[in-house]
């Protein structure tokens, strides 16, 4: 995770375990209207799936996004 100049969020998600924290941070800093961009591995969709159940893939990852979000990218 880094904080770029601009006031930016970049944030990494990876196959690890805690999907749940990565998703409450980005629910945090959206709430904020802090400018988002989000990366997740491969890994990282595989583990959304098996301990959140939340089915979704490379192509619509913005379905797990919270509603109303205008200031994240994937």
């Known amino acids: 995770m880094n904080q770029s100049s601009n006031g930016d969020w970049i944030i990494a998600v990876t196959g690890a375990s805690g999907i749940r924290y990565a998703l409450r941070l980005v629910e945090a800093l959206s709430e904020l209207k802090y ?22 893939s490379s192509s619509n990852l913005t379905r797990i996004l919270p509603q109303g979000t205008q200031n994240i990218q994937i």
């Open 35 to 56: 400018p988002l961009h989000l990366i997740f591995s491969e890994s990282a969709i595989r583990v959304l799936s098996e301990e959140e159940g939340v089915q979704c």
